[in-house]
């Protein structure tokens, strides 16, 4: 069974940091691109980071550029986004997600696997 499971959520104040982690069963990420995304209420869900199952290139959002750090571990199957210097605006649920459609994408239609997402809420 595919299945994604993201941890590490919680309240932080702004200027801190937080490391989010995703585990995955039922597929090697090294095999698809694998991405975080967010979203915050009344908002659309909006791509954060990926890492391209092609060349293992990694792409962020303007918006996060300097602050945010994706990485994998491909022998634990397991996605990590770095968040550091964090601002209210990045409260939002945050999700991984996988796909095997692309190789890389911040379209959330194309994505096939997500896992339930974990509430990063930043104080000000």
């Known amino acids: 069974e595919v299945q994604l499971q993201a941890s590490g959520g919680g309240l932080v104040q702004a200027g801190g940091s937080l490391t989010l982690s995703c585990a995955a069963s039922?597929?090697?990420?090294?095999?698809?691109?694998i991405a975080w995304f967010r979203q915050a209420p009344g908002k659309e869900r909006e791509g954060v980071s990926c890492?391209?199952?092609?060349?293992?290139?990694?792409y962020y959002a303007d918006s996060v550029k300097g602050r945010f750090t994706i990485s994998s571990d491909n022998a634990k199957n397991t996605l990590y986004l770095q968040m550091n210097s964090l601002k209210p605006e990045d409260t939002a649920v945050y999700y991984c997600?996988?796909?095997?459609?692309?190789?890389?994408?911040?379209?959330?239609?194309?994505?096939?696997?997500w896992g339930q997402g974990t509430l990063v809420t930043v104080s000000s």
């Open positions: 997600a996988a796909t095997g459609w692309v190789e890389a994408s911040f379209m959330p239609q194309e994505y096939d696997y």
């Open positions: 890492i391209s199952s092609s060349d293992g290139r990694t």
């Open positions: 039922g597929f090697t990420f090294g095999d698809y691109a």
